[in-house]
């Protein structure tokens, strides 16, 4: 079994930043990618970026420029720094790992007032 714990979120102003991190911690498993999902009311869940366990990263179109996702394999963390946000960022963030099934965090809150 693999808990997800997210950190980070809030209340931020257009423009500003903020950062997420999300740690992984449970039994013994082998990490194929890592990453964070958004969705906002009304909307359907998507991916926002994720990272595989050789480095290779990938991002939704919207957030290029702007966000960067980060891991650390000795720590089983993945970090999302988000710069430049926009009102549209707005959503509740969901961590995820890969490791044969998906598991996911409890989600935290985004909100960019404008």
């Known amino acids: 079994q693999v808990q997800l714990v997210e950190s980070g979120g809030g209340l931020v102003q257009a423009g500003g930043s903020l950062r997420l991190s999300c740690a992984a911690s449970g039994s013994s498993f082998s990490i194929d990618a890592m990453g964070w999902y958004r969705q906002a009311p009304g909307k359907q869940r998507e991916l926002v970026a994720s990272i595989t366990s050789g480095g290779s990263t990938n991002y939704i179109d919207s957030v290029k420029g702007r966000f960067t996702i980060s891991r650390d394999n000795a720590k089983n963390t993945v970090t999302l720094e988000m710069n430049s946000l926009k009102p549209e960022d707005t959503a509740v963030y969901y961590c995820?790992?890969?490791?044969?099934?998906?598991?996911w965090g409890q989600g935290t809150q985004v909100t960019v007032s404008s």
């Open positions: 995820f790992l890969e490791a044969g099934y998906v598991y």
